[in-house]
């Protein structure tokens, strides 16, 4: 409890110290929605579906993915490259333990900022989302698939140290992954989408604020078994590049 207060402290500090450049990062997050929104608008829906609801939660839950995983691993790619990474290692809590901190404080901090995101993004769209009750489910389930989603990417940065070009492909591909209405097609393709990270919760919510019928015993048993998946296999994955940076002193940066 007290490695988590002092991660989540240093966060706060972060934020504090450099907060023009936070400031910084939300407003370009704002002028993406309003790009992706207007430019749709103009070439009359496009890829980006009929439902501005779907538009508004894709966009939403991509940016707390971009927030969270993404700063993850720029955080740690600079505590490696300065060396703050290898003092870290020598806390008296196991690195799982380390990069879970790590985790749940950017999901704290993401998740104010993705309601943040999520009024001014209504308030630039005019229309204002009525959220049901039932969205917290899927909600809790895409934070939890998160945290493995970052030791995944802990575990790149272990391995391979600069993944920057990667991450920000990562992010902008998923963008166009998270805005794809997978709940219109086949079951098949919905069933296969179920293996794409936090895709089964994002189309659970669009349906609910979209107050469209659908399968709840589907799409709950989807996002738990999306959640589970992901969960162990970024463990699986930390681990080995654990052992493997610990076995070949490779955890810096040279």
Request: hydrophobic share 55%; net charge positive.
């Amino acid at each position: 409890m007290i490695s988590f207060k002092a991660e989540f402290w240093r966060q706060f500090y972060l934020y504090k110290r450099y907060l023009f450049n936070y400031i910084s990062e939300f407003f370009l997050l704002i002028l993406m929605f309003m790009a992706i929104f207007w430019g749709g608008s103009l070439v009359g829906g496009g890829v980006l579906g009929k439902s501005l609801n779907a538009l508004v939660v894709g966009y939403v839950l991509w940016s707390l993915i971009e927030n969270t995983i993404c700063q993850m691993g720029s955080t740690v790619m600079n505590n490696a490259k300065s060396g703050i990474l290898e003092q870290q290692y020598l806390m008296p809590i196991s690195s799982r333990r380390l990069f879970l901190n790590k985790s749940i404080a950017n999901i704290v901090v993401a998740f104010v900022q993705a309601i943040l995101i999520l009024i001014a993004v209504m308030a630039i769209s005019d229309h204002w989302i009525s959220f049901p009750v039932v969205m917290i489910i899927p909600f809790i389930l895409a934070l939890l698939t998160t945290v493995g989603l970052g030791y995944l990417i802990v575990s790149l940065v272990l391995r391979f140290k600069r993944i920057g070009s990667t991450l920000v492909i990562f992010q902008y591909i998923y963008l166009g992954i998270l805005l794809v209405n997978f709940e219109n097609y086949s079951n098949l393709t919905k069933c296969l989408s179920c293996l794409l990270p936090i895709c089964p919760m994002v189309s659970w919510m669009r349906l609910a604020v979209n107050n469209r019928p659908y399968n709840l015993a589907f799409y709950l048993s989807e996002s738990i078994f999306n959640t589970v998946l992901w969960l162990i296999i970024g463990l699986l994955v930390f681990n080995l590049a654990d052992k493997y940076v610990k076995k070949n002193g490779t955890l810096s940066f040279y």
